[in-house]
């Protein structure tokens, strides 16, 4: 893939996702992995933009505090954060297989929104960019029996709203309506137009 710079700026990716390791490989930029260690505790009052837009700046401007030495200059910081909305409540990871079977009993048969929240930091003037995607999902009916089966395969435990959309998960949802790749964690053609305001034009 061709970027239209002379030499392409390094993306630091403040992630300890997988998924989000893979996605942001779509664009053909160079990248290294820098995963931040924030709290992801967030005030009552936040509404789900707030919550995924303030944890994603959050997560980049840790990288940026304390390794910003550590990249060249014109390195830009990606922090993203995605969480699961059903009728204006938040959930983010499971705390435990429990919580997980409570998560998915609520989204059978309902349509749920996904948040994910993208900020951008140029480390040489700290210019920052951050937005949002929201994907509607459908999700299957499900009994109590096939949710304790999901459950059981661990999957549910390192992701929003209990379910890995691009894993076994697939088999629950119905429909979605928006951007895949926001499901997953990282909305790659968001991130391709946040970097537009840096220069960096892909494809
Ligand atoms: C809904 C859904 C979420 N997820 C994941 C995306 C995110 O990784 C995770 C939500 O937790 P996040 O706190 O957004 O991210 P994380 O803790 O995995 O990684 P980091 O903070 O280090 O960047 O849920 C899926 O992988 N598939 C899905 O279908």
Redesign the pocket.
């Known amino acids: 893939m061709s970027v239209k710079q002379s030499s392409a700026p390094m993306l630091v990716l403040?992630?300890?996702?997988p998924?989000?390791k893979e996605l942001i490989s779509l664009l053909g930029l160079p990248v290294q992995i820098s995963?931040?260690h924030v709290s992801?505790d967030t005030p009552d009052d936040w509404s789900p933009l707030q919550i995924v837009e303030g944890?994603s700046l959050r997560?980049a401007l840790a990288v940026k505090e304390e390794l910003a030495h550590s990249f060249d200059p014109s390195s830009i910081i990606v922090?993203?954060?995605?969480?699961?909305v059903l009728n204006g409540k938040v959930m983010?990871?499971p705390r435990d297989d429990e919580d997980a079977e409570h998560m998915l009993q609520q989204l059978a048969g309902q349509i749920h929104e996904?948040y994910t929240g993208v900020s951008c930091i140029r480390i040489s003037d700290e210019k920052t960019v951050t937005s949002h995607r929201i994907t509607k999902v459908k999700m299957r009916n499900l009994s109590p029996e096939q949710i304790s089966r999901y459950v059981a395969t661990g999957e549910p435990l390192?992701?929003?709203?209990a379910?890995?959309?691009?894993e076994i998960?697939s088999l629950l949802v119905e429909s979605i309506d928006g951007c895949y790749f926001n499901?997953?964690?990282l909305p790659v053609s968001l991130l391709a137009v946040q970097l537009e305001q840096f220069n960096i034009t892909i494809p």
């Open positions: 403040a992630s300890s996702s998924r989000r995963p931040s992801e944890l997560k922090g993203s954060d995605t969480i699961v983010g990871k996904v390192d992701k929003a709203g379910y890995g959309i691009q998960g499901v997953v964690g």
